[in-house]
């Protein structure tokens, strides 16, 4: 009899995982994730996800969170709820945006995701001269192309993650901006094949960097002079109100938060997420 009310108190704060049995208590950021989903994950989901919230925590990174979504994962709703601050509004596939376990892509042509984040009303961490945003992509090898795999601009202000943009010169340089006026970053060489985490990072009016898998591949000094009041899109880019520049390059997860992001521990923590949710490479 009590061994039975001790197992049901239990259930809310423990997980049973197939792979390695009962876990350790659910942390505070994943209960609280997991209160707003109608459909509870898989117990490896969350097993994996408890794992990402206490290591980005006690690295300081999970607190400079705005968003974090994780599209590869075992449920398309639970899909569009960020991690960090669950109760705001989810994303929306728009189009049929195609979405599978291992992540969100669109057609090229008319399909993308709205991330219902609108950097200048609902960023907190994510401001004019502290901000990053970024994906992860398991899309590799010659994908060459000038679409826009995250985009919002509202004419004055743009913030874009090209992986791999054959319209720079040379070509197949990753081009970005961030809270700027369009003249924004191109990497010197060719990261575009190599996949995973892409970051754009802005630590001061006049000092912006292109982040791969944890390493700083280029840094600039293209200046500030704003915060986008358009909503940002995920497969396309929100051209100001309407979408274009569609993107087919599969999108396992996105996020948006302050500079100060430490970006190597945030791959570390963030890759071995995703080899946990099988997208990883």
């Keep these: 009899m009590y061994r039975k009310i ?10 049973y995982s197939q792979r390695t049995g009962f876990q350790f ?16 994950p898989a117990c490896n989901t969350t097993y994996a996800v408890n794992r990402w919230c206490i290591g ?17 994962q075992d449920n398309q709703t639970n899909a569009g709820i960020s991690i960090p601050n669950p109760s705001s509004t989810a994303v929306t ?5 195609a979405w599978n376990f291992l992540n969100y892509h669109g057609n090229g042509t008319s399909s993308y995701v709205n991330l219902n984040f609108t950097p200048s009303t609902q960023g907190v961490n994510f401001t004019q001269n502290s901000a990053s945003f970024g994906l992860y992509t398991n899309s590799t090898g010659g994908l060459v192309d000038n679409m826009w795999e995250i985009g919002g601009e509202d004419g004055s202000h743009w913030n874009v993650l090209i992986c791999r943009d054959n319209q720079t010169t ?39 960097s292109i982040w791969n898998r944890g390493v700083q591949a280029i840094s600039g000094t ?29 999108i396992s997860l996105v996020f948006f938060g302050g500079g100060g992001i430490n970006q190597l521990n945030f791959w570390n923590r963030t890759q071995s997420l995703a080899f946990e949710m099988g997208f990883g490479l």
């Design 6 to 15: 001790l197992f049901i108190l239990l259930l809310p704060v423990f997980c």
């Design 25 to 40: 208590p659910l942390s505070t950021q994943t209960v609280a994730w997991e209160n707003v989903l109608s459909t509870i």
């Design 56 to 72: 980005t925590f006690n690295d300081g990174d999970f607190q400079l969170l705005d968003r974090f979504w994780l599209f590869g």
């Design 93 to 97: 596939a728009v189009n049929s945006c």
């Design 170 to 208: 040379p070509s197949n340089q990753t081009a970005t901006d961030i809270n700027d006026n369009g003249g924004g970053l191109n990497t010197t060489g060719d990261i575009g094949a190599v996949g995973g985490v892409y970051s754009v990072v802005r630590t001061s009016s006049t000092t912006s």
């Design 222 to 250: 293209n200046a500030s002079n704003g915060v986008t009041s358009k909503s940002i899109y995920a497969c396309a880019s929100n051209m100001n109100g309407t979408a274009g520049q569609f993107s087919i390059r599969q």
